[in-house]
C-alpha cells in the first residue's frame, strides 16, 4: 500500500492549462479504472472531482477532465481560475484497500 | 442536505483506546459503502477502512489492521470507528466519507460526501 506519486507543486497562470500526473503501480492504477480526484482547499474537507478515471460528477465543471495512460493517471485544469488554487489528490482501488498520491499543490499566479 | 458529521475526537495517550462516530443525515447511510480517511495536520489524506452498505466486507489499510475496526448501525444512520492500541502517528483529523454509488459491494473509492473531520491526538 505504497502511495501515489504526485509532483509536489504545479503553477500556472489565469487561463492556462495544467496537468498533474499521479503514478502507480501494476498492483493499483495500472490495473484498474478506479481512481479518482479530489481538490481540498485550505481547513475545508477534500471535494470529488473525477471517478473512474474520466467521469464527472454532477455539478463539476468540463474545465476539469481525467485520463489514464498504463500505471499513471493525470488530472487536467483548463482556463485556470484563481479559485482552482488549491491541493489535489489522485486515488485508485488497489484491491481490498484503497491508495492516496502525496498531492500537489496548484498555485495559480 | 446530505450531511456527515464527525465527533469523539480527543486528545488519548499512546496505547490509549478512542472511538469515533459519524452520523448522517439528508440520505439513508444503509444504502452506501462508507470509508473513513485521515490527515494529519499539514499533511496528505490517508485512506484508513471502508465498509459495504450491508456489513458484508470490511476493508484497512495496512497501518491500522488490527488495531482499527469499522462498523455501522444503519438503523440510526450511523458510521463508526474503534481505535485501539494508538499511536502517535495516528495523530491527525479522521473523516467519514460516502461512497457515491448505490450499493455496490466493490469498495472502490469514490467519496462524493465528506464530513468536516474531528481531531485526534495521541500525546502523553
Redesign the interface.
Known amino acids: 500500500?505504497s502511495?501515489l506519486t504526485q509532483p509536489a507543486s504545479v503553477s500556472g497562470s489565469p487561463g492556462q492549462s495544467i496537468t498533474i500526473s499521479c503514478t502507480g503501480t501494476s498492483s493499483d492504477l495500472g490495473t484498474?479504472n478506479?481512481v479518482?480526484w479530489?481538490q481540498?482547499h485550505p481547513d475545508k474537507?477534500?471535494?470529488?472531482l473525477i471517478?473512474?478515471v474520466s467521469n464527472r460528477?454532477s455539478g463539476i465543471s468540463n474545465r476539469f477532465s481525467g485520463s489514464k495512460s498504463g500505471n499513471t493517471a493525470s488530472l487536467t485544469i483548463s482556463g485556470l481560475q484563481a479559485g482552482d488554487e488549491a491541493d489535489y489528490?489522485c486515488?485508485?482501488?488497489a484491491s481490498?484497500?484503497?491508495?492516496?498520491?502525496?498531492?500537489t499543490k496548484l498555485t495559480v499566479l | 442536505e446530505v450531511q456527515l458529521v464527525e465527533s469523539g475526537g480527543d486528545l488519548v495517550q499512546p496505547g490509549g483506546s478512542l472511538r469515533l462516530s459519524c452520523a448522517a443525515s439528508g440520505f439513508n447511510l444503509g444504502d452506501y459503502a462508507m470509508?473513513w480517511?485521515r490527515q494529519p495536520p499539514g499533511k496528505?489524506?490517508?485512506?484508513i477502512s471502508?465498509i459495504t452498505w450491508n456489513s458484508g466486507t470490511t476493508?484497512?489499510?495496512?497501518?491500522v489492521k488490527g488495531r482499527f475496526t469499522i462498523s455501522r448501525d444503519n438503523a440510526k444512520n450511523s458510521l463508526y470507528l474503534q481505535m485501539n492500541s494508538l499511536r502517535p502517528e495516528d495523530t491527525a483529523f479522521y473523516?467519514c466519507t460516502k461512497d457515491?454509488r448505490l450499493m455496490w459491494e466493490?469498495?472502490?473509492?469514490?467519496?462524493?460526501v465528506?464530513?468536516?473531520?474531528t481531531m485526534v491526538t495521541v500525546s502523553s
Not at chain 1, 474537507?45 to 470529488?48: E, I, M, Q, R, S
Not at chain 2, 465528506?114 to 473531520?117: E, F, T, V
Open positions: 500500500q502511495a484498474y478506479y479518482s479530489y481540498q474537507a477534500p471535494k470529488l471517478y473512474d460528477p489528490y486515488c485508485s482501488y481490498s484497500s484503497s491508495v492516496f498520491g502525496g498531492g | 470509508h480517511v496528505g489524506l490517508e485512506w471502508a476493508d484497512y489499510a495496512d497501518s473523516y457515491m466493490i469498495l472502490v473509492p469514490v467519496f462524493d465528506w464530513g468536516q473531520g
